[in-house]
């Protein structure tokens, strides 16, 4: 089972940008769709970004414009670049990998925007 790590979490002001990464125990990202999602207190879980195994992007409305996903398959490795970063944004951000029906996520990283 791969595991994944994510790091690059903190607490920000607004305006400021992160740079979240998510790092595979395994070399994956050729084969899946990775994700990042986002949970705040008492929200549902929301998917913010993903990249397939072809390489098609898709994004949250919400962070158009402002989020960026990549990924290094050398490095088994995804990021999240935040710019311009909004309260709203604060949340706990969790990597996602989907492999056909199979499903594995990382422990999430805390993102703290303040005003």
């Not at 595991?3 to 002001?13: A, D, K, R, W």
């Not at 050729?30 to 705040?40: D, H, K, N, P, V």
């Not at 929200?43 to 390489?55: P, Q």
């Amino acid at each position: 089972q791969v595991q994944l790590v994510e790091s690059g979490g903190g607490l920000v002001q607004t305006g400021d940008s992160l740079r979240l990464s998510c790092t595979a125990s395994r070399p994956i990202l050729g084969a899946a769709t990775m994700s990042w999602y986002r949970q705040s207190p008492g929200t549902e879980r929301e998917l913010v970004a993903a990249i397939s195994r072809l390489g098609s992007i898709n994004y949250a409305d919400s962070v158009k414009g402002r989020f960026t996903i990549s990924r290094d398959i050398t490095r088994n490795t995804v990021y999240l670049q935040m710019n311009n970063l909004k309260p709203e944004d604060t949340a706990v951000y969790y990597c996602n990998a989907r492999i056909q029906s199979s499903t594995q996520w990382g422990q999430g990283t805390q993102v703290t925007v303040s005003s």
